[in-house]
């Protein structure tokens, strides 16, 4: 069976889980809105607010990012089945793909609620003419983000501690995400005089960001979930 | 028998397990030292031995999930030192977990795994009947399973990925009366299909009963091994 139909298999088993469960809709959205909310409390100026929206968004999806990536590979270890899929023989770089895949979606379902969030909360407007750019920054960002959360997820999945070894791993690890990310959507937003066109570079640091960690993070996966 | 998925013969090899002096070690300490054995196509082998004595690593190791340090070991003519990966294709190992996911059904589970191998949906129900967690089982969430339904999910799972060498650690764990019975006949069934068993466990009477021969592992060295 080819790798590409083991990535979905697993992709869609991982979205499936998540539809039972509801961890996303139940745990996490809330703990990224109450993020904001405490942001806006924090930062009481609106124009100060203003400044920072982009940053404040991406602050919240990197918090987020680490319970989300937590549970993806919660599921994977309570009952011993990632070793379940290593016995099985299944590609480890189709186990990465299905399971940053899967990530994917659900970061890109935060990231859009978390834009509405700071649309309403901090007052942010989306210029037409910024929306292309908008749309191609939250893809990048968010394979991006997926890639590396997904390699040191299954890193730190076989470690006691991982808890605690898995933010200090990624933070450091996504840290131009979320400078780029954040400078892609001041351009998209034309916060503070930025205009589109600066955008666009940013753009492109992300997606050599993305597949970088993508090329890397699937080669790696294999030898980091073994033994 | 007419439940039961056949045994797909991807390997020609009459000699399933081959290791001459193996050794595999859990840290800094030996858990096979030495260890020699020889398993014929549908042999149903019992290793018994004290807690300890290395018959999970054994298991592992023919798993592939434990490297070989020294010593040569051949898993239905697959190189163990050379060939993991496709050794792994080629095995079921349902150890001390059950690599189920809590937050899916029972038929979930099992159609997950039977999807990894191609499985069609006839063969998918046929495993599920054949371990009894068709029907009412069949849409109840994991979590809500007791112990020996979940054995029993487990072991669906592995029957409908059509492993040629099943290893089974401590298979009658938490089953009921009437579910070891029904595991000794799934198992004698794949056995004549032509897969091939080893089973550890404690329980000498029963798994004794079932099997058609027995080794002893005694601080990692294997006694009547070899045929």
Not at chain 1, 132 to 145: D, I, P, S, W, Y
């Given at each position: 069976m080819s790798s590409w139909r083991i990535a979905r298999i697993v992709a869609a088993k991982d979205l499936r889980i998540e539809v039972h469960?509801?961890?996303?809709?139940?745990?996490?959205?809330?703990?990224?809105?109450?993020?904001?909310?405490?942001?806006?409390?924090?930062?009481?100026?609106?124009?100060?607010?203003?400044?920072?929206?982009?940053?404040?968004?991406?602050?919240?999806?990197?918090?987020?990012?680490?319970?989300?990536?937590?549970?993806?590979?919660?599921?994977?270890?309570?009952?011993?089945?990632?070793?379940?899929m290593r016995v099985a023989g299944l590609d480890p770089r189709a186990i990465y793909l299905?399971?940053?895949?899967?990530?994917?979606?659900?970061?890109?379902?935060?990231?859009?609620?978390?834009?509405?969030?700071?649309?309403?909360?901090?007052r942010q407007t989306i210029p037409l003419n910024g929306v292309v750019l908008l749309v191609t920054t939250l893809l990048t960002a968010t394979c991006g983000l997926a890639a590396v959360g997904t390699l040191y997820g299954g890193l730190a999945s076989g470690f006691k501690g991982r808890e605690t070894l898995l933010p200090l791993l990624t933070l450091p690890a996504v840290?131009?995400?979320?400078?780029?990310?954040?400078?892609?959507?001041?351009?998209?937003?034309?916060?503070?005089?930025?205009?589109?066109?600066?955008?666009?570079?940013?753009?492109?640091?992300?997606?050599?960001?993305?597949?970088?960690?993508?090329?890397?993070?699937?080669?790696?996966?294999?030898?980091?979930?073994?033994? | 028998?007419?439940?039961?998925?056949?045994?797909?013969?991807?390997?020609?090899?009459?000699?399933?397990?081959?290791?001459?002096?193996?050794?595999?070690?859990?840290?800094?300490?030996?858990?096979?030292?030495?260890?020699?054995?020889?398993?014929?196509?549908?042999?149903?082998?019992?290793?018994?031995?004290?807690?300890?004595?290395?018959?999970?690593?054994?298991?592992?190791?023919?798993?592939?999930?434990?490297?070989?340090?020294?010593?040569?070991?051949?898993?239905?003519?697959?190189?163990l030192a050379t060939q993991r990966d496709s050794v792994r294709q080629n095995v079921g190992l349902l150890g001390h977990q059950n690599g189920l996911y809590f937050d899916l059904t029972v038929g979930e589970n099992i159609e997950f795994w039977g999807s990894t191998v191609g499985a069609t949906e006839a063969e998918i129900n046929a495993a599920m009947e054949r371990l009894g967690v068709a029907e009412r089982l069949s849409d109840l969430s994991v979590r809500k399973l007791s112990a020996g339904q979940k054995r029993r999910t487990a072991l669906a799972c592995l029957v409908v990925r059509r492993a040629q060498l099943w290893l089974l650690d401590e298979p009658h764990a938490g089953l009921d009366a009437v579910a070891r019975d029904e595991l000794d006949v799934t198992l004698r069934e794949a056995a004549a299909s032509g897969a091939t068993i080893i089973v550890a466990s404690h329980e000498l009477e029963r798994a004794g009963s079932l099997s058609t021969r027995a080794v002893d592992v005694v601080a990692g060295q294997i006694h009547g091994g070899q045929l």
């Amino acid at each position: 069976m080819s790798s590409w139909r083991i990535a979905r298999i697993v992709a869609a088993k991982d979205l499936r889980i998540e539809v039972h469960s509801r961890v996303l809709t139940n745990q996490v959205l809330p703990f990224a809105g109450v993020t904001m909310v405490i942001f806006a409390f924090a930062l009481d100026a609106d124009s100060v607010l203003e400044r920072v929206a982009p940053g404040l968004i991406w602050l919240a999806t990197m918090f987020s990012l680490l319970v989300l990536v937590q549970r993806s590979f919660a599921i994977e270890t309570d009952d011993g089945a990632l070793d379940a899929m290593r016995v099985a023989g299944l590609d480890p770089r189709a186990i990465y793909l299905g399971k940053a895949m899967a990530l994917a979606v659900e970061l890109l379902v935060l990231e859009v609620v978390l834009l509405f969030t700071a649309i309403i909360l901090y007052r942010q407007t989306i210029p037409l003419n910024g929306v292309v750019l908008l749309v191609t920054t939250l893809l990048t960002a968010t394979c991006g983000l997926a890639a590396v959360g997904t390699l040191y997820g299954g890193l730190a999945s076989g470690f006691k501690g991982r808890e605690t070894l898995l933010p200090l791993l990624t933070l450091p690890a996504v840290a131009p995400v979320l400078i780029g990310a954040t400078r892609a959507v001041e351009s998209a937003l034309g916060t503070a005089g930025a205009v589109v066109s600066d955008g666009w570079s940013w753009v492109g640091l992300l997606a050599v960001f993305a597949v970088t960690f993508g090329v890397g993070g699937s080669l790696a996966f294999g030898p980091l979930i073994d033994e | 028998m007419d439940n039961l998925p056949p045994t797909p013969d991807r390997s020609n090899a009459d000699t399933v397990v081959e290791l001459h002096d193996a050794v595999a070690v859990l840290g800094q300490f030996p858990a096979l030292a030495g260890a020699s054995v020889t398993v014929r196509r549908g042999e149903i082998v019992l290793l018994r031995g004290p807690n300890g004595a290395g018959k999970t690593t054994l298991l592992r190791l023919c798993a592939g999930l434990v490297p070989l340090v020294r010593g040569s070991g051949h898993i239905l003519g697959l190189n163990l030192a050379t060939q993991r990966d496709s050794v792994r294709q080629n095995v079921g190992l349902l150890g001390h977990q059950n690599g189920l996911y809590f937050d899916l059904t029972v038929g979930e589970n099992i159609e997950f795994w039977g999807s990894t191998v191609g499985a069609t949906e006839a063969e998918i129900n046929a495993a599920m009947e054949r371990l009894g967690v068709a029907e009412r089982l069949s849409d109840l969430s994991v979590r809500k399973l007791s112990a020996g339904q979940k054995r029993r999910t487990a072991l669906a799972c592995l029957v409908v990925r059509r492993a040629q060498l099943w290893l089974l650690d401590e298979p009658h764990a938490g089953l009921d009366a009437v579910a070891r019975d029904e595991l000794d006949v799934t198992l004698r069934e794949a056995a004549a299909s032509g897969a091939t068993i080893i089973v550890a466990s404690h329980e000498l009477e029963r798994a004794g009963s079932l099997s058609t021969r027995a080794v002893d592992v005694v601080a990692g060295q294997i006694h009547g091994g070899q045929l």
